[in-house]
Nanobody, 123 residues
């Protein structure tokens, strides 16, 4: 059974940095898309970043490009999100998600989700 477990959330002041981690387990194959999404209270879920586990091609949501960096450690089956220059509007629950069905920037195709980790950015 596929399992995704996030960690690394917390509270930070605007302009600061955080790094989120996601531990992935249970995938039979080594080729899939994995990424980060976020959802703030009262708002729709928003794509943050995605990466292909074999090719390493990365994709970013428009609101985070240039500030956030997605990376992976395939040997450890870990996914990371380095978040710099954080803004109050980045505050949200951040979710790790994965899929094998489509291109990694086909954000609607992510079907496996973690429980989330909270990020709060104060002004």
């Amino acid at each position: 059974q596929v399992q995704l477990v996030e960690s690394g959330g917390g509270s930070v002041q605007a302009g600061g940095s955080l790094r989120l981690s996601c531990a992935a387990s249970g995938y039979r194959y080594s080729s899939y898309c994995i990424g980060w999404f976020r959802q703030a209270p009262g708002k729709e879920r928003e794509e943050v970043a995605g990466i292909h586990t074999l090719g390493g091609t990365t994709y970013y949501g428009a609101s985070v490009e240039g500030r956030f960096t997605i990376s992976q450690d395939n040997a450890r089956k870990m996914l990371y999100l380095q978040m710099n220059s954080l803004r109050p509007e980045d505050s949200a629950m951040y979710y790790c998600a994965a899929q094998t069905r489509s291109f990694c920037n086909d954000w609607a195709s992510y079907t496996t989700w973690g429980q989330g980790t909270q990020v709060t950015v104060s002004s």
